[in-house]
């Protein structure tokens, strides 16, 4: 009995060590063992991954790609960077998924994962009704211009998990207004007409 479980976590530790994929939505990264390489399987869906981009440790960008919408499997030879610790980015129309990653002379390792998901702005009958969800304490921040790009309203809010909440713009004058919701991730624009 000892001997079957330990050649099922031997399988497991094998599999695992072969595919670090997770995202959301129906992209994911995967580690190629042994290698310095990873592989991006972007799915033709609504949350269609855009861009990867590799980050070093002092913050600067040491690789990015903008992914073409045919393309649904990439290989990315990461031999030329250093052994260090990056940040690899997926950026796709509905989420970000941030990998932090450690190479060395042999392998990529993915140690950690998070997911931040592009708020939601509606215009409803005057309102503006922003939706988010928020994996993370992040901080929303809410900004209305009106057609002379003035700042009519500001707001910052503080959350986690779901975020609704609405802002009635009625007691504004009749025009154009131009609403940006933005995240440390994401803005998301829309424009109201009163």
């Known amino acids: 009995m000892k001997d ?30 042994n290698e310095k390489s990873i592989i991006l399987n972007s799915a033709s869906d609504i949350n269609e991954t855009k861009e990867l981009t590799i980050t070093d440790a002092f913050g600067r960008i040491v690789f990015s790609d903008v992914i073409e919408s045919n393309k649904k499997r990439i290989k990315y030879d990461l031999s030329a960077l250093t052994n260090a610790s990056y940040t690899i980015s997926l950026v796709a129309s509905k989420v970000t998924n941030i990998y932090e990653a450690k190479i060395d ?13 592009r708020p939601a702005v509606d215009n ?15 901080d929303i921040r809410i ?16 959350k986690e998990n779901s ?5 009635n713009l009625s007691q504004l004058p009749k025009g ?4 940006l919701v933005s995240s440390e991730y994401f803005n998301e624009h829309i424009t109201v007409t009163l």
């Open 105 to 117: 002379d042999e392998k990529v390792e993915i140690l950690n994962i998070k997911s931040y998901f």
């Open 143 to 158: 900004s209305i211009y009106d057609k002379s790009n003035v700042l009519v309203f500001h707001q910052n809010i503080e």
């Open 124 to 138: 409803v009958d005057g309102k503006v009704l922003v939706r988010a969800e928020l994996e993370n304490k992040e």
């Open 163 to 167: 975020f609704v909440q609405s802002f």
């Open 176 to 179: 154009e207004y131009n609403v």
């Open 4 to 33: 079957i479980m330990f050649t099922a976590v031997l399988v497991l530790t094998s599999i695992m060590q072969v595919h670090a994929g997770i995202t959301a939505g129906n992209s994911n990264l995967e580690v190629v063992r």
